[in-house]
């Protein structure tokens, strides 16, 4: 399941394992992108959030790999966006992570296997994007809690993205995706619980 496909990072990553023979379902607002089957539903709307992932699993069952990759990404100074602007990226940026980990994974756990994969970003808060600084902050620390709860049975990680998505770029999505596969397919003991791609490098 890839939650937030559209250009860029989510349709690459459904191509990605799509080209490992994995059935992909996609969610998105519009219903379109890349996948077997394209869902719609916004990630704020916790009902429609959660019927998305009950047909994709009614579909192909108890997924393997879910993506979050769902984020307003808006440049916004304190004091630009009023609280309701403010929540309504929380609720897109940290609170439709939770609501998909929530209901996928105990599941997943039951079953012992799968990886929660969450795209983050901004590894050093940015004053001209407070909104995303503030939500690829609370994704972060998700991720350490997910993984507390449910590590030892589900790979919990994250791939933080540090700079603008760009195809033929160093930040290319079809690059990008590379790590999220990587981190599904890796061995337990090697388990990561981050992939950091920075234009110093990609990290570890």
Known sequence: MVIGVGPGIGEAVARRFARE????AGISRTGGGEGALALKADVRDEAALRGALDAAAEKFGTPDVVVYNAAVVRPDAVGGLD???HL???AVNVVGAITAAGHV???MARRGSGSFIITGGMPEPKADYVSLSLGKAGVRTLVRLLDQTYG?????ASVTVDGAVEPGTFFDPDDIAEHYWRLHVQPRELWQSEVLHSEDGVFP
């Open 152 to 156: 030892d049975s589900v790979h919990v």
């Open 21 to 24: 023979g994995m059935p992909v």
């Open 83 to 85: 609280a309701q602007g």
């Open 88 to 90: 309504d990226a929380w």
């Open 105 to 107: 994974l105990p599941e």
